[in-house]
């Protein structure tokens, strides 16, 4: 059985996958490592892939250096199920090419733009021929509300959750439809934008932020919420790599 773990910046997640279908999963922040070993040691583990973009991860980084099984870190320079066109591959985030590399495995011979929110907006292209074209980063919804609250006088720090209409009756709902609604808008121009060049492109919605997103994003954008994107792409990196014989480092 493969074990994935996708390290972000506030929370870890962790599959457990046989073959291609995902049989158990578990989500925690990153400073309770002993959630991670308690999952681990439910089954047994073949091989194991990592996704980090986190800075500090001693406790998780501890544990993960026990594995008594191969253990891919993905970066790079892993070899993977797609052709990376990205022009600086080793600067470009794990947890992006596991999205692409998910997309890949749900979705062959389709143009797709990955949507991943958390902490960033991430958006990443992937044609239907299999080649990465690269993509676009920038503020997630909390950073942006933050960035309202701290930038400015008098601007309150607004909650996610809530009433976000299209045109704001209130400080508060114009802050919460001006962030939520903008970055829906942002993804949906973006897919737009693709399906100029790209036919039949789908987009793929995933990442910690994304169900509060989904309702005010345009229904006839083809849409397909994806909530374990990440770990699906690991495990298919993971599998790939194996059946290519690439050489996985033991722990």
């Known amino acids: 059985m493969n074990l994935v773990i996708d390290i972000g910046n506030t929370y870890a997640k962790a599959a457990l996958f046989e073959g291609v279908r995902m049989k158990n999963n578990v989500h925690c922040r990153i400073g309770e490592p002993d959630r991670l070993q308690e999952f681990a040691d439910s089954a047994e583990i073949s091989a194991c892939a ?49 999205a692409v590399a998910g997309a890949k495995a749900l979705h062959p011979d389709t143009n797709v733009l990955v949507a991943d929110i958390g902490t960033c907006l991430t958006l990443d292209v992937l044609t239907a021929d299999g080649i990465y074209l690269g993509g676009n980063v920038s503020p997630g919804p ?15 720090l607004v909650a996610q959750e809530g009433d976000s209409p299209l045109i704001g009756y209130s400080t508060e709902t114009a802050i919460r439809s001006g962030v939520m609604r903008g970055l829906a808008l942002e993804v949906e121009g973006f897919a737009q934008k693709l399906r100029e060049t790209m036919p039949g492109l789908i987009l793929l919605v995933t990442g910690g932020k994304s169900t509060e997103l989904l309702p005010l994003i345009d229904a006839s954008a083809r849409l397909y919420h ?25 722990q």
């Open 226 to 250: 994806e909530p374990f994107l990440v770990e699906t792409g690991l495990n298919y990196i993971l599998s790939y790599c194996r059946s290519k014989g690439s050489a996985l480092p033991a």
């Open 50 to 98: 990592v996704s980090c973009v986190a800075a500090a991860t001693a406790g998780i980084d501890a544990w993960i250096n026990m594995l008594k099984c191969p253990t891919l870190r993905v970066t790079g320079a892993t070899p993977l199920p797609f052709r990376n066109n990205y022009r600086t591959p080793l600067t470009l985030g794990s947890d992006r090419i596991a």
């Open 142 to 156: 909390t950073m942006r509300f933050t960035a309202l609250n701290t930038g400015t006088a008098r601007l309150p």
